[in-house]
């Protein structure tokens, strides 16, 4: 037998300090693995956990600006709505107060003294915007008497202002229609000129002309208006 023939003692305990190797290299060879594992499994979860919750911001974003685009559309609806109600009953008044004011015209031809007043004052409009020296005037048949009585004032403070006389007649063929509420036309160029200064028609101007300065009577200043005429 040869001198370095192992016995069976050594070869078994050769036998389990190699099983014991293998073992340990086994054993931080699953360690590595595991870690490994771990590391790859770690960042993979934080990726799908990044994904996921871009996803989600992405679509609480997408959601949030939907809602708020919903709400600002809701609200200005309504926003609209209400100013055209404010608008509507704003003019509803409007129109019920010159209804009114329209109502009140044949008042004004009561009081012959102040009607007399009234209608030198629009005859003597007519007379300066045609500037001519003959005008007809066109009244209702029934002031007849008191267009007559004015006539003379007319001639009167025309030739005060403008320094020469002026002939004014009344054009009693071409009356004012007797449902009117009163006033005058003054005819001039031979018929060609009509200067309607009937009350249904100076109420009418007044309605246009002054209603900006009642609109800041009866509601105040608008705050959005920019431009003023």
């Known amino acids: 037998m040869s001198q370095h023939a192992l016995s069976d003692d050594q070869v078994s305990s050769e036998l389990k300090k190699m099983t014991a190797f293998i073992r340990q290299e086994a054993?931080?060879?699953?360690?590595?693995?595991?870690?490994?594992?771990?590391?790859?499994?770690?960042?993979?979860?934080s990726k799908l956990v990044r994904q996921e919750t871009s996803s989600?911001?992405?679509?609480?974003?997408?959601k949030f600006?939907?809602?708020?685009?919903?709400?600002?559309?809701t609200r200005s609806t309504v926003a609209n709505k209400t100013r055209l109600k404010v608008l509507s009953a704003r003019q509803e008044l409007l129109d019920d107060l010159f209804d009114k004011a329209r109502a009140k015209l044949s008042g004004y031809t009561k009081d012959k003294g102040k009607y007399q007043e009234i209608l030198k004052n629009l005859a003597l409009e007519g007379a300066y915007a045609l500037n001519e020296?003959?005008?007809?005037?066109?009244?209702?048949?029934?002031?007849?008497?008191?267009?007559?009585?004015?006539?003379?004032?007319?001639?009167?403070?025309?030739?005060?202002?403008?320094?020469?006389?002026?002939?004014?007649?009344?054009?009693e063929k071409n009356p004012q229609p007797e449902d009117s509420a009163g006033g005058l036309s003054i005819v001039g160029t031979?018929?060609?000129?009509?200067?309607?200064?009937?009350?249904?028609?100076?109420?009418?101007?007044?309605e246009t002309d002054a209603l900006p300065a009642v609109r800041v009577i009866l509601f105040g200043q608008n705050e959005h208006r920019k431009f003023y005429d």
């Open 190 to 206: 031979n018929g060609k000129i009509d200067i309607n200064n009937t009350l249904e028609e100076r109420l009418k101007i007044l």
């Open 27 to 45: 054993l931080e060879k699953a360690r590595e693995i595991q870690i490994k594992a771990d590391e790859e499994f770690a960042i993979e979860k």
């Open 133 to 171: 020296d003959k005008i007809q005037i066109r009244a209702r048949k029934q002031d007849y008497d008191v267009v007559k009585k004015a006539v003379p004032e007319v001639q009167k403070e025309y030739k005060e202002k403008m320094q020469r006389d002026i002939s004014v007649e009344i054009d």
């Open 65 to 73: 600006k939907q809602a708020s685009m919903s709400q600002q559309i």
């Open 56 to 62: 989600i911001d992405s679509q609480y974003e997408k």
